[in-house]
C-alpha cells in the first residue's frame, strides 16, 4: 500500500521559514516523483513544485522558485519543501502526491501518472501579517 504521511506546517509570521516532510513508502522510491500542491481558501488548487527522486531534478512554478526548495532524503524516503521569506499569500492547505514523472516548462508542469490515491493527507499551512 503506497503511503504519504505528511508532517510540518503551523502558523508563522510574515517573513519566517517553514519545511513540510512527505514520508512515502510503498513503492521504490527513486522511481517516481513527489510533487507539492496548495489550495487556498476559494482558490483552486495550483502545483508549487516537484522532485524526480530518481535524479533530484527539481522544478518550481515561476512565482514560487525563488522562495521555496525542494529537496530528498532518499535514504529516509522523504521529501522536504523549505519555503522561506513567506507572506499570506502562502497561507493554504498545502498536500504531497506521488506521480510517475513531472516537469515544468513553458509555465505549466507536466505530470505523468498522478494517481488520486497517492497523496499525503495536507498539512495547514497559516501566514499571519
Known amino acids: 500500500e503506497v503511503q504519504l504521511v505528511q508532517s510540518g506546517g503551523g502558523l508563522v509570521q510574515a517573513g519566517r521559514s517553514l519545511r513540510l516532510s512527505c514520508a512515502v513508502s510503498g513503492f521504490t522510491f527513486g522511481d517516481y516523483s513527489i510533487g507539492w500542491f496548495r489550495q487556498a481558501p476559494g482558490k483552486e488548487r495550483e502545483q508549487v513544485s516537484c522532485i524526480n527522486t530518481g535524479d533530484g531534478s527539481t522544478y518550481y512554478s515561476d512565482s514560487l522558485k525563488v522562495r521555496f526548495t525542494v529537496s530528498s532524503d532518499n535514504a529516509k524516503n522523504t521529501v522536504f519543501l523549505q519555503m522561506n521569506s513567506l507572506k499570506p499569500e502562502d497561507t493554504a492547505v498545502y498536500h504531497c502526491?506521488?506521480?510517475?514523472?513531472?516537469?515544468?516548462?513553458?509555465?505549466?508542469?507536466?505530470?505523468?501518472?498522478?494517481?488520486?490515491?497517492?497523496w499525503g493527507q495536507g498539512t495547514q499551512v497559516t501566514v499571519s501579517a
Open positions: 502526491a506521488a506521480m510517475i514523472r513531472c516537469t515544468y516548462s513553458r509555465g505549466e508542469f507536466h505530470r505523468v501518472g498522478l494517481r488520486s490515491d497517492w
